[in-house]
């Protein structure tokens, strides 16, 4: 039975950060493509008036977008503003009056998760959550007992499937394809174990800095902002279990399966790096222990991938901005012709952004007399075929009810498991360079004479 359309948009942190970047070039999108007739609903302390809050659409859309105007005029129209305390019983009973008839309301809670509290419990006296969802943003918690604790909110007053957690990762286009890609091409499951494949590389590399979210990002750090969810999701869409159907729940399912066989990562498993200049950024303490960079290797105990190294590694101020995995294939027998050398063997590697591309590498004859081979790479490049942003995508779904492309409590929480051991100080940090790869400890986590794949700025041949 398809899930009902929601019939109002509720986002509170109106006048946020979240709102100003990704959320009202959202809803132009949504505006634009006929999927947002519904009253849109800001709720932010800032005190304002409906006037400076459109205002604000206005210059976030000049900011992160662009102005259509003919969009833009039907989108203001549809915006209304509260300004009041979260804590405040008159700021729901505001929100319902201005809900009017609707009985489905979609509320974004675009704000600190030590807010949730509040919100929801004046949502709930207010009769606002009744038929509503409630979407939340990453990271979902500090560790795994704070994201437990926030489930626990959370689900005295709303239900599991009315609960949409965000990761923008997974409403990007080469990611969802990864598992796409994966399952319906037969050519891959015949060497996608631990019989052929020697070790899996993911890179989040990102050439710019915290970009003045400083004092956010000080509270966070790269495995809290990116690994725990981000790359985790993406390392479980790599190593999953076919799902018995494309339902939301039977890939969730899978994906939880294999997150709960991810080893807990040992501290001697991780490196934690701070780009020099860091502890200079405005919002950020002055003797701050906080990573800028990690890198992790971990280990999925399962049949299909035991004794495979997986690694990880994010970091801001590294030499290019580009996301990419690379799954390393075993060399082949030695008698075969010349013996591959280091970084010879076959790979798959998958570009996620800021290109999409789809590279095998493979061997063959150079040409010449002796039999001999050279690395040749067949690159499919994809265009996303759609400019349909991660945001715009994620609230079109959650306005209809699908959850598919969202992350599950469960699935969270496993993830967090795998991380809790090398949160806060468990792993010294230590500086590296601006446009370096981070700390070159980070080398000494490959085994067996392995290196990392550095991506390149665009993806070329070799
Ligand atoms: C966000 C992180 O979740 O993802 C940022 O908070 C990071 O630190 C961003 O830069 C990267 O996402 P994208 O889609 O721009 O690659």
Redesign the pocket.
């Known amino acids: 039975m398809a899930a009902a359309r929601s019939d109002a948009l509720v986002f509170f942190g109106a006048t946020g950060d979240l709102a100003y970047r990704q959320i009202f070039p959202a809803l132009q999108a949504l505006t634009r493509h006929g999927h947002l007739e519904l009253p849109v609903i800001g709720v932010a302390r800032s005190g304002w008036n409906l006037d400076q809050f459109r205002e604000r659409a206005r210059d976030s859309l000049a900011q992160y977008g662009t102005v259509d105007a003919a969009t833009f005029d039907r989108l203001a129209a549809r915006l209304r503003y509260i300004s009041g305390d979260y804590h405040d019983g008159s700021t729901y009973e505001q929100l319902r009056r201005a809900l009017g008839s609707a009985s489905r309301p979609l509320h974004y809670l675009a704000i600190p998760p030590g807010m949730f509290e509040p919100v929801t419990r004046g949502l709930a006296a207010s009769s606002c959550a009744a038929g509503a969802r409630v979407i939340v943003e990453?990271?979902f918690g500090r560790d795994l007992a704070s994201a437990q604790g926030l489930d626990r909110t959370l689900l005295a007053r709303f239900a599991e499937d009315a609960i949409f957690r965000i990761?923008?990762?997974l409403g990007?286009e080469a990611v969802e394809n990864l598992l796409y890609f994966r399952f319906a091409n037969t050519f891959l499951e015949p060497v996608w174990h631990r019989g052929h494949v020697a070790n899996v590389q993911i890179t989040?590399a990102?050439a710019?800095g915290?970009?003045g979210?400083g004092a956010?990002?000080d509270e966070?750090g790269?495995i809290r902002?990116?690994v725990q969810?981000?790359l985790l999701q993406v390392l479980a869409l790599l190593t999953m279990e076919p799902p018995l159907d494309g339902g939301p729940d039977a890939i969730r399912d899978e994906k939880l399966r294999v997150l709960r066989a991810v080893r807990p990562v040992a501290p001697g498993d991780a490196v934690r790096g701070q780009f020099r200049g860091y502890r200079e950024v405005a919002g950020v303490r002055a003797d701050s222990q906080v990573e800028t960079f990690a890198a992790l290797r971990l280990h999925v105990d399962n049949a299909r991938w035991s004794r495979v190294p997986f690694y990880i590694r994010a970091g801001?101020c590294l030499p290019v901005?580009c996301?990419e995995v690379t799954v390393e294939l075993k060399p082949p027998s030695p008698a075969n012709f010349d013996i591959p050398g280091e970084g010879q063997s076959n790979y798959f590697r998958f570009r996620l952004?800021?290109d999409v591309a789809i590279t095998i590498g493979a061997r063959t004859k150079a040409p010449g007399e002796p039999l001999a081979g050279t690395a040749m790479a067949l690159v499919a490049r994809c265009h996303t075929g759609s400019e349909m942003t991660?945001y715009e995508r994620l609230l079109g779904d959650a306005l209809r009810g699908d959850a598919a492309l969202f992350t599950r409590g469960d699935t969270i929480e496993a993830a967090w498991r795998v991380v809790d051991p090398i949160l806060n100080d468990a792993v010294p940090v230590t500086p590296y360079e601006p446009a370096t790869w981070g700390p070159s400890s980070a080398s000494h986590l490959l085994a067996g004479g392995n290196r990392w794949h550095d991506p390149a700025p665009q993806e070329v041949l070799p």
């Open positions: 990453k990271p990761d923008h990762y990007k989040m990102e710019f915290v970009q979210r956010f990002y966070v790269t902002d990116v969810n981000h801001k901005t996301t952004s800021p991660p």
